[in-house]
């Protein structure tokens, strides 16, 4: 801790113990890091592979925000992966580079996982046929497509048929369990003639589709994966989508609004129901504890101190997700030139 880099030349007992913390917190990481793909290479992986690397990379990352709490002075430049610096040093990239290639390898699709050769345009497809039949219109229903698209790479990082290295219970392109596929089933079939009516082609495609699953779980196909999580949480939120894209006018902000819809539903849907959706405030500490599980208000000390939340604050917290949504918002445009050719 040079004072050329422009920090003191002797740290105080604060300043001392949070770089002890990261430093720490760091070799942790790497030292699971380092286990978990030696398990790879002798196959033989825990249970729940990846829920220890998780909470090490949270645990590195927040011991670094304490960090340049206490030393502004280690805050660097701008990282790839457009966490904010504050969070995250760029010396670190390779750790989340190898942090990336395990996880992919650890929920990897089964060997049963029939994949599609369009995932994105599937995903935007759907949204859209859905939109239009939950009653909206061109511009809006195309907006919902490109909601759903934020949300495939929300929920797998754009992967088909993914397994979960954190959950037994979630899985398939939009991460659903079983339940909740099978709700989403039963709604795609009440509504199945009436998109037919406007969109043959796409109703001969899911035709095919379901003669191709036979018996296999619907979710690890990744037309209906996709179909029956967007039937089951998102469509009857679609006819919102007019007001949301008022109130909500940056897109990225439109699919984060949808991936808590994933995550919190219930509060999610209490405040699109409310008067003001951005000041809608959770104050439940359960709730605050599944934001906190899905790397929000989990960096660092000041930000777990937080016992209650606005929508606004919520959604200025999502920014783990930020490349996430730019890649999906950079595949849709693609999508739509494609289409114009």
Avoid: C
């Amino acid at each position: 801790m040079s004072p050329a880099m422009g920090e003191p030349a002797a740290l105080t007992k604060k300043q001392s113990d949070a770089l002890n913390t990261y430093n720490n917190s760091r070799s942790n990481f790497e030292q699971i890091l380092a286990q978990r793909r030696a398990q790879i290479i002798s196959k033989q992986l825990p249970n729940l592979p990846g829920q220890a690397l998780y909470l090490a990379r949270n645990n590195m990352m927040s011991a670094y925000k304490d960090l340049t709490d206490a030393l502004p002075s280690r805050i660097g430049g701008p990282n790839k992966y457009g966490i904010p610096p504050a969070y995250f040093s760029v010396d670190n990239e390779p750790l989340l580079d190898e942090y990336r290639r395990l996880f992919d390898i650890m929920q990897a699709p089964p060997a049963s996982a029939q994949h599609s050769d369009t995932p994105f345009k599937d995903v935007v497809d759907l949204g859209t046929a859905i939109a239009r039949a939950r009653g909206l219109d061109a511009a809006n229903a195309e907006a919902a497509g490109r909601i759903s698209l934020g949300l495939f790479f929300a929920e797998t990082n754009g992967n088909q048929n993914i397994g979960n290295a954190r959950s037994n219970k979630y899985k398939g392109s939009l991460q659903s369990g079983v339940s909740e596929d099978q709700s989403g089933q039963r709604k795609w079939a009440a509504i199945k003639k009436q998109i037919a009516a406007f969109d043959p082609a796409l109703n001969a495609r899911d035709d095919r589709e379901e003669a191709r699953a036979g018996n296999l779980d619907r979710r690890y196909n990744h037309w209906t994966a996709v179909r029956d999580a967007l039937m089951n949480a998102h469509a009857d939120i679609f006819p919102q989508v007019p007001a949301i894209v008022k109130t909500l006018p940056d897109p990225i902000d439109q699919m984060k609004l949808f991936e808590l819809i994933q995550i919190i539903p219930s509060p999610t849907r209490s405040a699109l129901g409310s008067r003001n959706l951005v000041d809608y405030r959770i104050s439940d500490p359960r709730i605050m504890g599944y934001l906190r599980n899905n790397s929000m208000f989990t960096f660092g000390q000041a930000d777990r101190a937080k016992t209650s939340a606005t929508f606004r604050e919520i959604l200025d917290a999502m920014w783990l997700f930020n490349e996430k949504f730019e890649r999906a918002l950079s595949k849709f445009d693609e999508i739509k030139k494609q289409s114009k050719r």
